[in-house]
């Protein structure tokens, strides 16, 4: 009984693994929800415990008894996976910017995408990519950025994850004047509108350190 149940979690452990390659590969691993990202992540690191206690078994009994390095194929395999799975998802995915042939309402909303997929994928650890959405928004405001409150939303998101407070404060006047036009949409609604104006606000305020308003920052 107890070995057909470790062989079934190892199992179930070795497919959520497996789903994170294929998912990462396919890149459509950001279009689930952050839980589903987090329950792999989770998965990966149960499978690498339950690798770890095998592994200790194995050499504590050594000496007294041969035992079977099967047990330990499972694990090894899905732990493997999951990181080729997260390899893949760092390096794989869209360009963090569109075509500059676009016009300025899709190359927001296609940068509020890759932006939203970073977020779900170990390419979030890799700045540039804000870095690149960041200077494009700040080029697209330059010229005139289009004025309907989702498109002010998209581009204040994308600042948010700048790294200057005036990348800050720009995405709080956007937010602010996008909250107070009033917005519908599938993506944005008027509270979440809201939200990303106290957000943003409070994200420029800790930039200058001082204190936040809203508390929607954590503090480390």
């Avoid at 995915?93 to 899709?106: C, H, Q, R, T, Y």
Wanted: proline share 5%; hydrophobic share 50%.
């Amino acid at each position: 009984m107890r070995r057909r149940l470790g062989a079934a979690l190892s199992v179930g452990a070795a497919c959520l693994a497996v789903a994170l390659v294929v998912l990462a590969l396919l890149d459509v691993a950001p279009a689930l929800p952050l839980a589903a990202f987090v329950l792999g992540i989770v998965a990966t690191v149960v499978t690498g415990l339950v690798l770890c206690l095998l592994l200790l078994l194995r050499l504590l009994r050594v000496r007294k008894r041969p035992v079977s390095a099967r047990p330990l194929l499972i694990p090894a395999a899905a732990v493997g996976a999951s990181i080729l799975g997260l390899l893949a998802g760092y390096l794989a995915g869209p360009a963090p910017v569109p075509s500059p042939s676009l016009d300025a309402a899709d190359q927001l909303t296609c940068m509020y995408r890759t932006d939203q997929r970073d977020r779900v994928t170990l390419r979030w650890l890799n700045t540039s990519r804000d870095d690149a959405r960041v200077a494009r928004v700040l080029e697209l405001r330059r010229a005139g950025l289009a004025q309907e409150p989702e498109q002010l939303l998209d581009a204040a998101i994308i600042l948010q994850h700048g790294h200057d407070s005036s990348h800050y404060r720009i995405a709080y006047e956007l937010a602010k004047v996008a909250s107070e036009k009033g917005v519908n949409t599938r993506r944005w609604t008027q509270s979440s509108a809201e939200w990303l104006t106290k957000a943003t606000y409070d994200r420029w305020m800790l930039s200058l350190g001082k204190p936040q308003v809203y508390g929607t920052q954590k503090e480390f």
